[in-house]
Structures are given as structure tokens and as C-alpha cells.
T-cell receptor, first 114, second 110 residues
Framework: QKEVEQNSGPLSVPEGAIASLNCTYS??????FFWYRQYSGKSPELIMF????GDKEDGRFTAQLNKASQYVSLLIRDSQPSDSATYLC??????????????FGSGTQLTVLP | DVKVTQSSRYLVKRTGEKVFLECVQD?????MFWYRQDPGLGLRLIYF???????EKGDIPEGYSVSREKKERFSLILESASTNQTSMYLC?????????FGPGTRLTVL
């Protein structure tokens, strides 16, 4: 069964702190991993993707992947109130043509307190 | 900027009605997707298409069908709407793993 698990939260951190969001997946064959951010009442938008074990940094965001342990995480450094949103983890579970089928976790709601 | 548009933001239909949700993208993407989003369940894939006239079932295709006659347009059809199809419906298009989402259609079936 293909599953992606996230802590639903809510997760609250003070402004300037590091927010750590975690995701585990069940399909060992998964090859690519994505983090989407969804503001309340808005659509998801892609913020990070990672394919290889280790860390990938983009500004204040760092994605971490450990395929042996089947987890992927997102760290947000120097958290800002504007980072308050729901963060969705997505895992590629199959392909048809060039389309990659993603399975999404249920999301973690993050609140950054001023 | 990639733009994905959906035909309606809010829609109210009655049980048994046939419902069409349309999605148009302007970036010449090969791949298009239909999801529904429900509280606590996250985003679930209904159908996707990787080329004109090509479609693949996602995780929850029951009660839905799709049509893709042109590359830029992907339609979701509810043949006979039921109350358990009340949900937020999101269309996406993309290349590779990156998907761009439309604004969503909030469908209520009474």
C-alpha cells in the first residue's frame, strides 16, 4: 500500500526559530520527493524537491532525504509569520509517459508566532 | 508564469446531476491531473493524463471520468453526482514531478 504519513500538527514555532517538518513513506521504490506549501484558502505551490539522499538547500529551506529510513524532512530556518501555512509532502509512486504520479500526505499545519 | 484556470470557483449541484469541471493550462504541458482535497485526507489523485486522449486512473477514480480532447484542456466529469462527492477539486498541470495547481472548484452536492 502506497502511503505518505505526516504529523498533522498544528506545529507552532516562534519567529526566528527553526521549523522541522517530517514525512515518512511506505513505498521503497519511490524516487522523487516534493514539498508543497498551501496557504489557507489557496492552492498548493511547489517549494522544494529532492531526488538524492542527503540535504538540499534553497534559501531558508532545506530538504533532507534518507531513503534507507524512508523519511524526508523540511527545515525552515529563521521562520517568519509569512511561513504560516500547511506543508504537504508528496512522493512519486509511479509514472505513465512523462507524468509522475504523486501521493500526498495529509499535510502539517505550521504557525509561526510573532 | 504558468497559469492553470478552472471553470468555476464554487458550484452547487443536486444529487444525480451530471457535472462538468473544466481545467485549462497555458504552458503547453503534456501532463494534467485532477485531485480532490478533503479535511484530514489530503490531496487524492482521481485521474491524470500524459497526452491528448490518454488517461490513467489515480487512487480514487470511482464515480468520475475524464476527457482530454486538446492538450491544454482536461475535463472531469461526475456522471451522477452524489453527496459524498462534495469536495474541493483541484486541477494541476506539469512536466516531470513539478505540478502547478489551479485555484480549485468547491463543489457542493445537495
Amino acid at each position: 500500500q502506497k502511503e505518505v504519513e505526516q504529523n498533522s500538527g498544528p506545529l507552532s514555532v516562534p519567529e526566528g526559530a527553526i521549523a522541522s517538518l517530517n514525512c515518512t513513506y511506505s513505498d521503497r521504490g519511490s524516487q522523487s520527493f516534493f514539498w508543497y506549501r498551501q496557504y489557507s484558502g489557496k492552492s498548493p505551490e511547489l517549494i522544494m524537491f529532492i531526488y538524492s539522499n542527503g540535504d538540499k538547500e534553497d534559501g531558508r529551506f532545506t530538504a533532507q532525504l534518507n531513503k534507507a529510513s524512508q523519511y524526508v524532512s523540511l527545515l525552515i530556518r529563521d521562520s517568519q509569520p509569512s511561513d504560516s501555512a500547511t506543508y504537504l509532502c508528496a512522493v512519486n509512486v509511479g509514472s505513465s509517459g512523462s507524468a509522475r504520479q504523486l501521493t500526498f500526505g495529509s499535510g502539517t499545519q505550521l504557525t509561526v508566532l510573532p | 508564469d504558468v497559469k492553470v484556470t478552472q471553470s468555476s470557483r464554487y458550484l452547487v449541484k443536486r444529487t444525480g446531476e451530471k457535472v462538468f469541471l473544466e481545467c485549462v493550462q497555458d504552458m503547453d504541458h503534456e501532463n494534467m491531473f485532477w485531485y480532490r482535497q478533503d479535511p484530514g485526507l489530503g490531496l487524492r489523485l482521481i485521474y491524470f493524463s500524459y497526452d491528448v486522449k490518454m488517461k490513467e486512473k489515480g487512487d480514487i477514480p470511482e464515480g468520475y471520468s475524464v476527457s482530454r480532447e486538446k492538450k491544454e484542456r482536461f475535463s472531469l466529469i461526475l456522471e451522477s453526482a452524489s453527496t459524498n462527492q462534495t469536495s474541493m477539486y483541484l486541477c494541476a498541470s506539469g512536466q516531470g514531478g513539478e505540478q502547478f495547481f489551479g485555484p480549485g472548484t468547491r463543489l457542493t452536492v445537495l
